[in-house]
């Protein structure tokens, strides 16, 4: 069975470099940092949900617990399970739209130690609504992460959390991927835009 994820270019060959914990690498090529809080960033069929279920893989496959808080109750278990993520290694949070309780939950988790990643999944949340976040709420999750060692991505349409994050993953589609008349993917591209060095990358999101 071919990766969910498979890298097609490499624009920049230089990866960022990283103090402290190891950082969780992904198929693409890119590093997420632990103890630190990322921003993944796309819109819709963007590839951003394959790099988030990527890195799940990826964490879960290496036998630490993840926690997914999920703010609009997207999350399907069967594409997860189709991803090779491992269910019994992930605490699905739903919020049923509660940005608030989303922020809670997210909290109490990164804190609590015992997770290798956390994931933040406020895509669908009105830009109002997530104006009303006091910009001291990230900074007491980035704080959460720095003390219990956690990688922890906010996931979304928008920058949200801005100077709180150490880096910032954007994604874009590409292009859609056809065999004769049969979908077979999206080309995107993912940029860092808080690192010196990597600019981007292009990756393959496969159907399966």
């Known amino acids: 069975m071919p990766p969910a994820l498979a ?47 990527a890195l799940l893989r990826q964490v879960t ?8 808080v999920d703010v609009q109750d997207t999350f399907d278990p069967v594409t997860a399970a189709a991803a090779e993520i491992e269910l019994g290694r992930l605490l699905w949070v739903r919020c049923g739209g509660n940005v608030d309780h989303a922020l809670k939950a997210a909290d109490l988790l990164v804190r609590a130690g015992g997770f290798g990643l956390v994931v933040l999944d406020i895509s669908g949340a009105s830009a109002t609504t997530m104006r009303r976040i006091p910009v001291a709420s990230w900074f007491r999750l980035r704080h959460g992460a720095e003390h219990s060692g956690a990688a922890l991505v906010v996931t979304g349409e928008r920058i949200e959390a801005g100077s709180c994050a150490k880096l910032q993953l954007g994604v874009s589609r590409k292009e859609i991927l056809w065999s004769a008349k049969l979908l077979r993917g999206i080309r995107s591209i993912a940029e860092l835009t ?4 990597r600019e ?9």
């Open 61 to 68: 496959g290496q036998g630490e617990f993840c926690a997914l």
């Open 200 to 208: 981007g990358v292009c990756f393959d999101s496969r159907s399966r």
């Open 7 to 53: 890298l097609a270019k490499t624009f920049s060959a230089t990866a960022p470099s990283t103090h402290g914990p190891a950082p969780i690498s992904t198929s693409i090529g890119i590093d997420v940092p632990r103890a630190a809080l990322t921003e993944l960033i796309g819109g819709v069929s963007s590839g951003r949900t394959g790099v988030m279920l």
């Open 194 to 197: 808080k690192w010196r060095g």
